[in-house]
């Protein structure tokens, strides 16, 4: 019985496990498996968002496209229509080498109008320095007098009689200005003559009326002139001063409407001057 009976004791014993550390600690290789199952798994899932996902929005941005490598961007400095292309991408050109040919009806057109601008800028100027030398009509620019093409010389009358027009509204219209102005100062200067006419009578009548009052105060001290005649010319003296003076401060008031619409004649040609002198710096 003894020997049947340690078999399986020792066997219980080999069966047990001893309680070793080593045995209870976990692996680092599983750990980096782990670690890497979850990342491929999260790569995964973002490849996928990115490829099924829709966008709700986008940038927009202004760029240009260039071609890398020793090429050189020409652009013609007016531009216009390409009537003939003389090179092809990639062809090595000289300096000075025709490139493109532009329509020339649309650059005609445009030389035409800046050709037709600067006949009637120098028109418009012609026209200001005329104002300014105070002359009676204009004197056409000198390169009106060199000017071969038939449109040129059309153009250059067209805008010398427009500014010819221009110049007799505007003079004109300073002449009347100034003439009205004239026509007022006219008239100040009647109601001034017709004040001092008054201020005349008005002495002489205040001369008859003092030597009245000198005769009639004797009189008075006998008692042969009543007092209400004696009161009546001294208030009549009175009211011919007062009369006298009204006179005066309307003539002295007058002079000086008289002296105002004469700076003012005089305020309407220096401002055109200065209107027409800003303006010629400008042409």
Partial sequence: MSEAVAPKARADRLATPRHHPDLNRETPDREIRIGSVAIGAFLLALLGWGALARLDSGVTAA??????????????RDGGAVAELDVRDGDTVQAGQVLLRLQASELT?????????????????????????????????ADFATLDDAEDRATAGKA?????????????????????????????????????????????????VGQELDGLHDLFKEGLVPATRVRQLQQNEAEIDGTAASYAADRARTQQEIGEKRIRSEEL???????????LRTV
Avoid at 111 to 125: F, K
Avoid at 183 to 206: K, T
């Fill in 109 to 141: 057109a445009n030389a035409r109008a800046v050709q037709n601008q600067v006949i009637e800028q120098q028109a418009l100027q012609s026209r200001l320095q005329a104002e300014i030398d105070r002359s009676s009509f204009i004197n056409p620019p």
């Fill in 160 to 208: 010398l009689a427009l500014q010819q027009v221009e110049f007799t509204r505007r003079r004109e219209a300073l002449t009347t200005e100034r003439e009205v102005l004239d026509r007022q100062v006219a008239q100040a200067n009647e109601q001034i003559s017709g004040y001092g006419q008054e201020l005349d009578a008005n002495r002489r009548q205040h001369t008859l």
């Fill in 63 to 76: 760029g240009e496209v260039v071609v890398y490598g020793n090429h050189q961007a020409v652009q013609h």
């Fill in 269 to 279: 040609v220096a401002d055109r001057d200065a209107d027409d002198a800003k303006d």
